[in-house]
């Protein structure tokens, strides 16, 4: 599938219009393949972690398997490219090649909120290059993971920020929950403003931050008790992270349309 498409330029017909605040669905019309958006209660709580032991568990499962970032801010230039490391970590657990300018279509200098990095390179972060991007993914992948920036509502230019993107993604949620003093709180916060957005958690990470955070065991009990979502594991603070090290905690084999073992695998 490709963006000349009927299918796909119907899609992008319907979003062009001054970029449009409600358009359909980047999944519309697509196959149902497992794909997700990964979000966070903050910035820097493993996102990426999480992202990319999803990638990982899927290409074990034997599917093709890619992951996107759509925006990153904190890229520095290496070999004539921008390169920045969470957007190079999850292409490196998947096994689809893209091109760089779909997996991010934004790729920002500066390491600052998004919509500061873009405004300091004249640039105006929309939707429309972002779904385009997330379309041709999709049609060449069995399988997509979307990660976020910072927290589910951080800004991306004015008037549209992250949780605006994912909204119009229109794609199941998973939250990570970065585990420290006040995560309870920003979890059922983060968890609420997804839900506002008519979207779906299916699931959702404990991933350690501290060494030894005092009650670790009582604040993930809590969090069960109130996010009407499986726990899908808890990450412990590990000495090399990588996405199989983290993988090897969670347990993913529940989320809708999770692909089933490949015969070959």
Same mark, same amino acid.
């Given at each position: 599938? $490709?963006?000349?498409?009927?299918? =796909?330029?119907?899609?992008?017909?319907?979003?062009?219009?001054? =970029?449009?605040?409600?358009?359909?669905?980047?999944?519309?019309? %697509?196959?149902?393949?497992?794909?997700?958006? =990964?979000?966070?209660?903050?910035?820097?709580?493993?996102?990426?972690?999480?992202? $990319?032991? %999803?990638?990982?568990?899927?290409?074990?499962?034997?599917?093709?398997?890619?992951?996107?970032?759509?925006?990153? @801010?904190?890229?520095?230039?290496?070999?004539? &490219?921008?390169?920045?490391?969470?957007?190079?970590? *999850?292409?490196?657990?998947?096994?689809?090649?893209?091109?760089?300018?779909?997996?991010?279509?934004?790729?920002?200098?500066?390491?600052?909120?998004?919509?500061?990095?873009?405004?300091?390179?004249?640039?105006? !972060? &929309?939707?429309?290059?972002?779904?385009?991007?997330?379309?041709?993914?999709?049609?060449?992948?069995? @399988?997509?993971? /979307?990660?976020?920036?910072?927290?589910?509502?951080?800004?991306? $230019?004015?008037?549209?920020?992250?949780?605006?993107?994912?909204?119009?993604?229109?794609?199941? /949620?998973? *939250?990570?929950?970065?585990?420290?003093?006040?995560?309870? $709180?920003?979890?059922?916060?983060?968890?609420?403003?997804? &839900?506002?957005?008519?979207?779906?958690?299916?699931?959702?990470? @404990?991933?350690?931050?501290?060494?030894?955070?005092?009650?670790?065991?009582?604040? !993930?009990?809590?969090?069960? &008790?109130? !996010?009407?979502?499986?726990?899908?594991?808890?990450?412990?603070?590990?000495?090399?992270?990588?996405? @199989?090290?983290?993988?090897?905690?969670?347990?993913?084999?529940?989320?809708?349309?999770?692909?089933?073992?490949?015969?070959?695998?």
């Amino acid at each position: 599938m $490709s963006l000349d498409d009927p299918i =796909v330029a119907d899609v992008l017909a319907d979003l062009a219009p001054a =970029v449009q605040r409600q358009p359909a669905p980047a999944g519309a019309g %697509l196959p149902s393949r497992f794909a997700c958006f =990964v979000t966070g209660t903050d910035t820097e709580i493993g996102k990426t972690l999480t992202s $990319s032991a %999803l990638l990982h568990a899927l290409v074990a499962r034997g599917v093709r398997a890619c992951g996107m970032k759509p925006v990153a @801010a904190g890229a520095e230039m290496r070999d004539g &490219e921008l390169h920045n490391e969470d957007a190079d970590s *999850l292409i490196a657990a998947g096994n689809v090649s893209m091109l760089r300018s779909l997996t991010t279509p934004y790729m920002l200098k500066e390491p600052a909120a998004p919509h500061i990095a873009a405004a300091l390179e004249g640039v105006s !972060i &929309e939707s429309v290059p972002i779904l385009a991007a997330y379309l041709e993914i999709a049609a060449a992948s069995d @399988a997509v993971v /979307v990660e976020g920036v910072g927290g589910f509502r951080v800004p991306l $230019s004015i008037g549209f920020d992250s949780a605006d993107l994912a909204q119009q993604l229109d794609l199941p /949620v998973i *939250l990570v929950v970065g585990m420290r003093l006040g995560c309870i $709180s920003q979890a059922l916060l983060t968890l609420e403003a997804i &839900e506002a957005r008519g979207l779906t958690v299916i699931g959702w990470v @404990a991933n350690t931050l501290e060494v030894e955070m005092r009650f670790l065991d009582e604040n !993930i009990d809590a969090l069960i &008790e109130r !996010i009407p979502a499986p726990l899908l594991g808890r990450v412990p603070r590990l000495a090399q992270p990588s996405a @199989a090290a983290a993988a090897s905690h969670l347990d993913f084999t529940g989320l809708p349309n999770w692909p089933a073992q490949h015969p070959n695998n």
